[in-house]
């Protein structure tokens, strides 16, 4: 190189000042403008004729597949459980079928690490209402039940996972069941878990006939008025109906809760110590809090 010429690293800061200029739309242009930055070296002049043209199929080419790329949604995952209009290139690049796992932890101010843990090809992740949703590419058994297992040991025995299996172009609607799904266990003071519309069946089909949801609350309603004995019924469900347990947590002595049972059965019709009744008033207690 010539005295006069500039040095490589002079010749590499020009190269990245004519490029914060080069807009980059003219074929054929990008030459023309490195050898701008090459100045009058020689030696530098040869070596942008001799490349130059290297990268500018280089960049024809990936012009060309930007062209043809679909534009992505900044929230894909929201708006396919919200059942929007997806750019149908964008639906066909998608799984074939996926697991919708909506997820809500008891424990506060865990929701947020949980996407990032099982970030991974093809999770979709957004919020919905303060919860967790994932879709979950349904091509692996292994994989999934892999992935619903590091979610159900995350709990750590506080809230629940609640999942549906829709094809790609049925999300919305799998959204809206495993949504469900996650209103009646957690309405149902169900243990800390993984749902599916299988474990709800009764639940599920209770809340969908709106006549018999209404009388199922009518029947609740007037236990409103006794906070103790809506305890006493919360906490007999909690203990899966195990009255002794119930007691324990309850910190009574057994003869009380019969005492307050026998009160619920006065106050709403219902005996919550007979597996009638209290089915009954557990599904009372879902609608009411599910309508």
């Known amino acids: 190189m010539s005295d006069s010429s500039p040095e490589p690293v ?31 070296n020689p030696e530098l002049a040869n070596l942008v004729r001799s490349s130059g043209s290297i990268l500018e199929e280089f960049l024809a080419g990936f012009r060309r597949n930007a062209g043809q790329a679909p534009s992505v949604p900044r929230d894909l995952a929201a708006d396919l459980i919200a059942g929007r209009a997806v750019p149908q290139a964008v639906l066909d690049s998608l799984a074939t079928r996926y697991l919708v796992a909506v997820v809500r932890s008891g424990a506060p101010g865990r929701g947020k690490a949980v996407s990032a843990e099982l970030a991974g090809p093809g999770v979709l992740s957004t919020r919905h209402d303060g919860d967790l949703v994932l879709l979950i590419p349904d091509l692996d ?12 040991q995350w ?21 809206r069941e495993a949504s469900d799904v996650l209103r009646l266990v957690a309405a149902g003071r169900r243990a800390s878990g993984m749902y599916s519309i299988n474990d709800v069946l009764v639940e599920y089909a209770v809340i969908r006939h709106e006549e018999v949801t209404e009388n199922l609350v009518a029947v609740i309603k007037p236990l409103r008025a006794h906070a103790v004995l809506w305890e006493t019924l919360t906490a007999l469900i909690d203990a899966d109906y195990n009255r002794n347990k119930a007691a324990k947590n309850l910190f009574i002595h057994r003869s009380t809760l019969d ?24 599904a009372a207690l879902i609608a009411d809090s599910v309508r």
């Open 10 to 40: 002079d010749f590499l800061a020009r190269v990245r000042a004519v490029g914060e200029k080069w807009s980059g739309d003219r074929h054929g242009e990008l030459v023309d403008v490195l050898l701008q930055a090459a100045g009058d």
């Open 141 to 152: 058994d292994c994989r999934t039940k892999r992935i619903t297992g590091h979610l159900t």
């Open 155 to 175: 709990l750590n025995g506080s809230g629940w996972l609640a999942v549906a299996k829709r094809g790609r172009a049925q999300l919305a609607d799998g959204f």
């Open 259 to 282: 005492y307050r049972l026998q009160r619920i059965a006065g106050v709403t019709g219902c005996d919550p110590t007979s597996g009638r009744g209290v089915q009954l008033l557990t």
